[in-house]
């Protein structure tokens, strides 16, 4: 069983910076698959960005791509995103996710409760 809480989201303007942290419990963090989603109202759950559980590997929406950094630090069990050159179009509820094999765009095994990110114009 993996508890995922997440925190730093918050109001910013337009071409400003935010950074996203997700503190996780439980003993294999290290081999989780992590992502990070997000969902504006009235619109589809969006895997935003993904990590292997060694780092190495990571995958990013092509909304994000080239603004958003996705890392993870083992040993302290905590997954980042940082956010940088933020759009009002990336306003959203944006949730840390763990998967025991693979995080995937249709979903994952574990969910943090939601952080409230929102961009003006």
């Known amino acids: 069983q993996v508890q995922l809480v997440e925190s730093g989201g918050g109001l910013v303007q337009a071409g400003g910076s935010l950074r996203l942290s997700c503190a996780a419990s439980g003993r294999t963090f290290s081999s989780y698959s992590m992502g990070w989603f997000r969902q504006a109202p009235g619109q589809e759950r969006e895997l935003v960005a993904r990590i292997n559980w060694s780092g190495v590997s990571t995958y990013y929406a092509d909304s994000v791509k080239g603004r958003f950094t996705v890392s993870r630090d083992n040993a302290e069990k905590r997954l980042y995103l940082q956010m940088n050159s933020l759009k009002p179009e990336d306003t959203a509820v944006y949730y840390c996710?763990?998967?025991?094999?693979?995080?995937?765009?249709?979903?994952?095994?574990?969910w943090g409760q939601g952080n409230q990110v929102t961009v003006s114009s």
């Open positions: 996710a763990a998967d025991r094999t693979r995080v995937t765009p249709t979903g994952a095994d574990y």
